[in-house]
């Protein structure tokens, strides 16, 4: 059983550096958002998408076993979006989301967001071709959880501490959860916000432009490179 | 990959049933608790387990990826339960649960709690020997759930919906979310509860009172019928 994860995982990884290499030609910034379902991961974005319109062009896929909902609420947003039905399917792999995203323009948009299917496991093996992973952890569902689904938490970049206007109707200690996210992680990149109220996700949109920022500059300097070689 | 898949499930499925006819032997009933990260189904246990005590004998079996914090809760409740770490595994399985329970004195307890990996796909497929699957479903994780992961709902018996002290601070709609769930299994049996304020508690432990006396019903029949074969 193992050589067959591994030819799986080993597949995907190769799938995943096409996308990588695709997505990296056309100077946009990748985001695999992944969480437990329920997390607010489809409401994140939803604000995100509307908040920042005018500011950056947007693409979505959106990874969910059955239905279209995630996919037209984001459609509602007037983003482009595409919904892949996994059916049985735990997680989105780098295969679908290369085909998913043949629907889109890339060259027009700055920033593809991928919403995962809701897992803190399975998601956590499979590269999509993303810059960062970003794990949703809702304050709803305990401080423990990084410790408890350490892969997730060892795998994501970001991870966004969502639902904070509900603290004071609950038991959640956030420097716990906080300690628990770094001990599997110490570099992990943290944001506590609402996407109900709006709190501190004017922190999160400017991590997101910076992102967008960093690889306009990274294609600028490619194409001189590439400009460069040729000259000489 | 079809074929393997088939291999895993098969095998698995054999050692269910014979998990199943040992449980069925001892006259134990046996719940495999299902849901995302989060939805509080060590916290449900805790209760039902402490407010339960001299009415039924438990054993508890908890499946995590990492860590041992749930089997240190519920053993502060005095009941006996073994912790399995499934590492990057993302559900337990039959042979996981036949090994866990050799460790318990099954003739002395009347229900068996498997606690499965915080999870909504995978743990779906996989057969225990368990009576009933029950899905737990938080109001925090929003009313759609069901529709978006139904393979879970519809292997479920059971939906307890939980947290309901937490509604007037959500939009949740209760009996979407009921809707949603009887479109993919009609007979489904749902609890709405909250195991923080204890509302709604007392209808589930009914439901597993019928159910231990049930099994000890059944456990009475086979052995007269057995007595009864051998008289003649």
Redesign the interface.
Known sequence: MIR?EEDILGKNNRLAAANRALFSGKGLFVLNLVS????GKTSILERTLTDMAGRHSFAVLEG????A?DADRIAATGVPVRQINTG???HLDAHMVGHGVEHFDLAAADLLMIEN??????PA?FDLGEDHKVAVL?V???E??P?????MFHAADVMLIN?ID?LP??RFDMEKCKDFARRVNPDIRIFELSCHSGEGMQQWYEWLTEGVKAKRRDKLLSRRHRDTEKTF
Not at 36 to 39: I, L, M, V
């Open positions: 067959i437990s379902p329920g997390s969910d076993q059955q239905t909902n049985a399917g735990c299917v809701g897992n803190l496991v399975c093996s809702s709803t569902e305990g423990d959880k410790v408890k689904y350490p892969n639902k509900l109707y609950l």
